[in-house]
């Protein structure tokens, strides 16, 4: 029945018709439109999209969509929507993982020394992200923390790894198919893990990867991360920090005891992400869709302000940070806690500056250390830069060889912070 309206049968008229026609040539071209968008992967894709678009069928974001904040629902020009929406189920996925190990395996582990809940967490967590970017970007490279190396030596070790892979799945099947689903084996889990092997460098698509960034404070059940960040010719393009014991609720404040076991309280788990040029954002984590934005806090008061720093002295200088929080008239004690959980926290405002003074002058900080939260500070309003003022350089390899230290603020007081950390590096060159 030609022209004829499929739900009532009754036949149309030819202007109706002639309208329909140019409304679906239209629509086609529009479509045609987006895939070429979609599948040109080199170019960064820009898309006119609602926040979460990608999220419908998702029934923790269903759950999460109704919870969207009207201003984040609100439309935005978005770009690397896709790369955004993978890396953001690929963390949460991941998480589920790391939080089964630290219940069934490192939770009342006598002996907190012992590595095994660790390998086991960090070895895991990779292969189930790397899945998940081999299946949507197959062309891209990725720098990733471990090698598989020490589990093809170590069967009961891969056995034990391969069983949680394997039975690691988000509770909404639309999610599960975006990644890829599962892996098939534990030789293809292997591969994938070698798969980080990326040497990094200043061109191209470079996703990096820390499965589990803040071992100390996984096994102690406090804050801890998995990091993900893409870098398109040595930037920064999207970053996302899943922290499961984190609060969910941005304005908790950031306690001292941050850092201790936090791993059974409710209300935790939360996701920062962020897109270069689209603002940083914060979900729970078992919802990653009903994303908020989030900003730093403005420091008008700077005896006020709470500074964060690695709980480990091994990992930066607890000395000259506080020494450099004296200078700055900062009262408080600082808050320390593991991982990029720093970063995130302050993006939202939580806390204020985070300080990495080195400890040896060798080391060199790994690219899977900051680079997702070092976007997401940058797109929360802060200024990111080592103690020479200078921008770290993700473009150099796994490294960031050309930096030293990180310090992390509000971009109107880094100034001010920054000169405060060169005044006592300064003074204490000059006293050696
Ligand atoms: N000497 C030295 N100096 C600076 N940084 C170092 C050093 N040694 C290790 N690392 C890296 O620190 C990562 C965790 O540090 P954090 O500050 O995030 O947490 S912690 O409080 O120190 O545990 C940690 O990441 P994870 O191994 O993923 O936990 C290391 O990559
Ligand atoms: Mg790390």
Redesign the pocket.
Known sequence: MPNSDPATHKPQSRHRSTTSLSLRLLLSSFSILILALFSLRAIPRVALLKNHLFSSSSSASASSSVSVSPSTASTIIMSYAKELRVAQVAVQRATLLTKRVFHEKAKGTVDKSDKSPVTIGDFGAQALIIAALRHNFPDDAIVA?EEAAQLRADPNLADQIWSLVRDTRLPDPAAEELLGGSVPNLDAMLDLIDRGNSPGGAHGRIWAI?P??????FLRGGQYAVCLALLVDGQVQVGVLGCPNLPIDDSAPLSADIGVDASDEDGRGVLFSAVRGGGAHSAPLSAPTAAKPISMRPVSDMTAATFCE???A???AHGDQAEIARRLGISRPSV?????S?YGSIARGAGDIYL?LP??AT?Q??IW?HAAGDLIVREAGGQVTDVDGKALDFSVGRTLANNKGVVAAPAAVHGEVLKAVQDVLRQKSTAA
């Open positions: 923390e820390d589990i960034d803040g071992t100390k404070g690695s709980v480990e091994a990992h930066s320390r806690m593991d991982s990029q720093k990495r400890v040896k080391y900080e790994k250390d």
